[in-house]
């Protein structure tokens, strides 16, 4: 999957920009995972927002939007060691297969 988008530098938290941190994160994983090369869409999403940037949106939406094996890969791809988790979020994980 490929994204072509020009959002310019608006921030991750730019509710559009979140959706594609988002998706890009998710689907980058698969190719991360097969290779162990940035996929081009993850590259793009570094240039474009910066490594910190994408790092502090994971820390602060991961746990909530991520699936936990893109959330452990990307805290770990990206040195994310502490995150937001609200209980409520918390609690749902609790209740959802690994």
Known sequence: MRFVLDVGRRGVYNR???EVVHNVLTHGEESLM???HLPADAAWL???YGEASVAKW???HGFRLLSRRSFALWRLALGVTDYVAPEWAVEAR???PW
Do not use: I, L, P
């Open 16 to 18: 559009g920009n979140s």
């Open 34 to 36: 097969a290779d162990n």
């Open 46 to 48: 570094f240039v474009t």
């Open 58 to 60: 994971v820390w602060r």
């Open 94 to 96: 609790r209740m959802e």
